[in-house]
């Protein structure tokens, strides 16, 4: 499965991004204040809803990208330190996906917080048609395509996340093609529509891969996992 195409219902998702949008303002629903203040952000949303359009692309590829520390497609070579932590003989195959909610448009320049709420409903419409691909395609296609197998989902690994730097983008773009969805990437890695994300999962056949929360916030480290004082603290603390 190459560059498989998936549409995601705007009134599926907005159920999703509505939580998150109250959750990421920190509004009190139970106070007249913030009731006035979501009323003001759904119509920022109502407003602009015509410009969110949830399009997304999957591609699935076996087991035999991942090898030596990095997952390799064709000429193409993504590399992340926790990769190192991943015994390739775990891997059942990696998922690669791109996704965009396109532009939620706000109704006046001048008014910054029309602005804010447009930007924050981008944000959380792209979480939300993350959780929906990942639930009602990915792990359906996976069950499928395994015929039933006990596997798993690793973290979600992209750039920016794990220590993979954001410039990585341009190579999703080489493994994908963005162009379906109306799609593109700046030399410098930034994604046009902003309201876009790339990343990948990969298909573990055992439960117990886990990443730590600071493996998450990692910026890097040139040489490797092993030498990461984060993980040599955590190893000290499990013996």
């Not at 407003?47 to 064709?74: H, W």
């Not at 000429?75 to 015994?87: A, G, R």
Request: with cysteine; charged share 25%; glycine share 10%.
């Amino acid at each position: 499965m190459i560059n498989k195409k998936v549409s995601i219902e705007e009134s599926k998702a907005y159920p999703l991004a509505e939580k998150r949008f109250i959750q990421t303002c920190g509004f009190n629903m139970e106070t007249e204040k913030h009731q006035r203040m979501m009323k003001m952000g759904k119509k920022v949303r109502d407003d602009g809803v015509e410009g969110i359009n949830i399009q997304a692309l999957v591609s699935f590829y076996g087991p035999e990208v991942c090898k030596a520390g990095m997952i390799t497609v064709g000429d193409v070579e993504l590399t992340c330190n926790y990769f190192e932590q991943i015994p390739a003989e775990s891997v059942e195959g990696v998922y690669f996906y791109m996704l965009t909610a396109g532009e939620c448009y706000f109704s006046s320049e001048e008014n910054i917080m029309d602005f804010l709420y447009a930007d924050i409903w981008g944000t959380n419409y792209v979480d939300a048609g993350i959780e929906l691909l990942t639930e009602d395609f990915i792990k359906n296609d996976m069950a499928e395509r395994f015929g039933g197998k006990q596997l798993y989902l690793s973290e979600e690994f992209g750039p920016g996340y794990f220590g993979m730097p954001v410039i990585e983008t341009k190579k999703f773009f080489k493994i994908m093609d963005g162009g379906l969805i109306n799609v593109r990437v700046k030399d410098s890695g930034l994604m046009i529509p902003q309201k876009t994300c790339a990343g990948l999962y990969v298909v573990l056949n055992r439960s117990d891969i886990k990443a730590e929360p600071e493996c998450m916030r990692c910026h890097g480290n040139a040489s490797g996992c092993q030498f990461c004082a984060v993980r040599a603290k955590l190893n000290e603390v499990k013996q």
